[in-house]
Nanobody, 113 residues
């Protein structure tokens, strides 16, 4: 199983970014996917998940601003992040659970005020 996250960068508060996570090594369409994030000096926290059937869930801190989606033809999950805030600054990780938890390498999002 491999997860490759991309799309992070530096953006001003109020701006937008779209993260991507390309998956391989398993049947992508059979598994739910999730995004987590870890801010400097903080523990990793849950952001959002999408089931294999497309049902989504969000942490309260991002609800209404972030949208998770998936493209099973591209084996990719996305996180559209709008109205970004400085407190969204973190390394963002994609995750899948198959007997154990697999993590991508993370992509850094920095939101300046």
């Amino acid at each position: 199983v491999q997860l490759q996250a991309s799309g992070g960068g530096l953006v001003q508060a109020g701006g937008s970014l779209r993260l991507s996570c390309a998956a391989s090594g398993y049947v992508f369409s059979d598994r739910g996917m999730a995004w987590y994030r870890q801010a400097p000096g903080e523990q990793r926290e849950y952001v959002s998940r999408i089931t294999s059937g497309g049902t989504t869930n969000y942490a309260d801190s991002v609800k209404g601003r972030f949208t998770i989606s998936r493209d099973n033809t591209k084996n990719t999950v996305y996180l559209q992040m709008n109205s970004l805030k400085p407190e969204d600054t973190a390394v963002y990780y994609c995750n899948v659970g198959i007997n154990r938890s697999y993590w991508g390498q993370g992509t850094l999002v920095t939101v300046s005020s």
